[in-house]
């Protein structure tokens, strides 16, 4: 992506009055006719590619190398453009009246892996991006760990909730994507395939992307 196709594109009117110079000139501008502010505002589709271009910045960052043990390691924090794109799915998706009892009982809201964060894998592959991540109610997250997303399906409540999200994997779906193998007491996950963990995440991009678009175009 050729970061000079961004930098020469002018979103904004210039013919309109400076903002900090004179906030009411430009404000009466807008009142008089809104059309103004957004005159110049990117197409849909070059928006589009700028969402997907800082998508693909951040997976490239948050690479794991195969083998890669991460315990003990923190999650990276999920960016502005994440929580943004997240947020505005969840708002769309969700009924008003589980949006106002959640807020009502005080829940906070987690950015759930999809794909557990302790996943190992076999190959370099990003667990920290949009594709893999879902808001949830933060104490069944905490509840459910590494353990396989039947814990969700499987408990009516939640079920309730996640019903509405079409970002969840189903059982089948997500035995595609991991396995699980005995280590001691423990069962671990592991990836099992990259290409099939890679469409699965760009399927949820996909989704979020075109959610968020579609009210603003």
């Known amino acids: 992506m050729n970061k000079e196709n961004y930098n020469v594109k002018n979103w904004l009117d210039v013919t309109r009055g400076k903002i ?11 009142y008089l006719n809104p059309n103004v502010y957004l005159k110049k505002a990117p197409k849909k589709p070059d928006l589009k590619n700028v969402i997907y271009y800082l998508l693909q910045l951040e997976i490239k960052k948050n690479i794991i190398k195969k083998n890669n043990d991460r315990k003990g390691k923190r999650r990276k924090h999920i960016s502005a453009l994440n929580y943004i794109l997240m947020a505005d799915y969840w708002y769309k998706k969700m ?5 106002e009892k959640i807020k ?11 794909i557990p ?9 990003t667990l920290d991006r949009l594709g893999n991540f879902s ?8 509840g459910r760990g590494s353990a396989h997303i ?4 499987k408990k009516n409540n939640v079920k309730e909730i996640i019903k509405f999200l079409d ?16 280590s001691g007491s423990n069962k671990v996950p592991h990836l099992i395939s990259e290409i099939t963990y ?9 989704k979020y992307i075109d959610s968020f678009l579609k009210d603003l175009y």
Do not use: Q, R
């Not at 009502?104 to 999809?114: R, S």
């Not at 039947?150 to 399906?153: K, M, N, P, Q």
């Not at 970002?167 to 193998?181: D, M």
């Not at 890679?198 to 996909?206: A, L, S, T």
């Open 20 to 30: 900090t110079a004179n906030p009411n000139e430009f404000c009466y501008k807008i």
């Open 95 to 99: 009924p008003n009246e589980y949006i």
């Open 167 to 182: 970002i969840f994997p189903k059982n089948n779906e997500y035995n595609h994507i991991v396995t699980y193998n005995k």
């Open 117 to 125: 964060f302790t996943t190992k894998t076999n190959f370099e592959i």
């Open 135 to 142: 808001p949830i109610m933060s104490k069944i997250n905490c």
């Open 150 to 153: 039947d814990y969700y399906w």
């Open 198 to 206: 890679n469409c699965f995440c760009e399927n949820n991009e996909k």
């Open 104 to 114: 009502k009982n005080g829940t906070v809201l987690h950015n759930d892996h999809l």
